[in-house]
């Protein structure tokens, strides 16, 4: 079972809910026996729960359609797997209310993607340092390029008020005194990213990752130079964690040593810039060359569940390039890439196998279809069927409140494909009920099948008698 991060905001509502039921027994034996309080692994082994703050981020922690990813999360359930208790997640609203959640007993790990500034190990522990982040200045590609901090005098400098980049920006000051900067609030990075993108600021500061996500909604958008050192990244533990520094320390040298740390967070900041356009002349290669021995599979599909055999094989290419031993970082795995949960469901024993992938892949196809409302009509009906196939349905609920609430039609695919993207940015995905999801794929998604299967339909003569829906993106 997956584990359910609380989702109140970071404010617990009652004593059950703050500390939990094992929590207080765990006190009232202490206080019955007259015993000191467990130290914290003591803690964590009475109660069989290892309690990490965290963020909702594409670097830290979110709801995926295959359940709980980021690296965070990734880290920590390895953490308590080693420990052998369950992993609980509380999601903060930042870094520093993860950080606050440590200090005050509410968690015993912050692991929320936190500088571990010089000023911050006055108040806490941190763990080893286990990734560092730059900050660089970002610039718009057709105006000039500032290529050092004397450059910036003059520009209209944006950035996140009472950030780690504002903070870099005044240590430049004391050189430059000539610099200014306007800083606001209640935005995220790409709001930033988008006035510079559209005129309405010059350059903003921005963190390598941060960047690497804004180039999705941004291309114009340039890196200039490096304003800041390396900011250091670490879990923070309380004061009073010193017997859990040791294991810590311990897991992420385990993991550095094996390279596993470093496949971690490679593979999730890859993520966020994951997705291939059509390759129009390798895919009419591999219908000839490796369709054919997968065909009568994909029509054995078509007939149990009356979807066209062609879109069905077009999503088998787009997952898979039709490799029925593909397999993904995550344990996604076959011809379909079915999770193993989604396997179980649609009664797929072996994922690896072609037919039973197919049949699996077809099969939960038409669970989320008709999962859609009866009013949403085709081909509307079958592009959110395939964004949910992609994102998880829950996603692409949010996504279609989003559209509603913006005067839009939640039943178009043209309504909801303008709002998936915007999962993304914490601007919006804080509005929603499962928050952020990398929203830009099912756009990519839906496009690419689209594609393969107007390909499909051409080289086999068009749309068969199951009438495959026609292209509106």
Known sequence: MQPKPAQDGGRQRDIRSRFGVPAIIVMSLVIGTCS???????????LGTLKVSTRNSPMAYYEGASGPEGPEYELADGF??????????????????????????????????????????????????????DQHIVYRVQDPLP????????????????????????????????????????????ELFARVASGAADVTVADSTEFTLGRRFY???????????????????????????????????????????????????????????VDAPAFVSAVRERLPAYLAWFQEASAETGIDWRLLAAIGYQESRWDEAAVSPTGVRGLMMLTAETAQRVEVADRTDPRSSILGGAR??????????????????????????????????????????????????AAVRDKLPLLAQERWFTQTRRGYARGWEPVGFVRNVQTYLEILEWMTGGPGPSGAPRKTS
């Open 36 to 46: 000191r309080m467990p130290d914290t692994y003591e803690q964590i082994r009475l």
């Open 364 to 413: 939960y196809l038409a669970l989320i279809k008709d999962t859609i409302p009866d009013r949403v009509a085709e081909p509307d009906r079958t592009w959110l069927t395939l964004a949910a196939y992609n994102i998880g349905y829950g996603h692409l609920e949010d996504a279609r409140v989003l559209a509603q609430r913006a005067g839009l039609d939640p039943d178009t695919w």
């Open 80 to 133: 308590a797997r080693r420990l052998g208790v369950k992993l609980e997640l509380h999601v903060a609203a930042s870094g520093a209310a993860a950080l606050e959640d440590v200090l005050r007993n509410r968690a015993h790990i912050a692991a929320a993607g936190i500088y571990a500034g010089e000023s911050r190990h006055e108040q806490a522990l941190f763990g080893p340092v286990y990734q560092h982040i």
């Open 219 to 277: 291309p114009e958008l340039r890196p200039a130079f490096k304003l800041a050192e390396s900011e250091a990244i670490a879990w923070a533990l309380a004061p009073r964690s010193t017997d859990l520094l040791p294991l810590i320390e311990r897991h992420f040298n385990e993991l550095k040593a094996i390279g596993r740390l470093a496949e971690i967070l490679t593979r999730h900041e890859r993520s966020l810039s994951r997705f291939r356009r």
């Open 147 to 190: 290529e050092s901090p004397r450059d910036l005098i003059g520009k209209r400098i944006i950035v996140i008020r009472n950030s780690t980049h504002a903070t870099s920006l005044a240590r430049l000051k004391k050189d430059l005194p000539g610099l200014r900067w306007t800083a606001v609030d209640g935005v995220d990075q790409l």
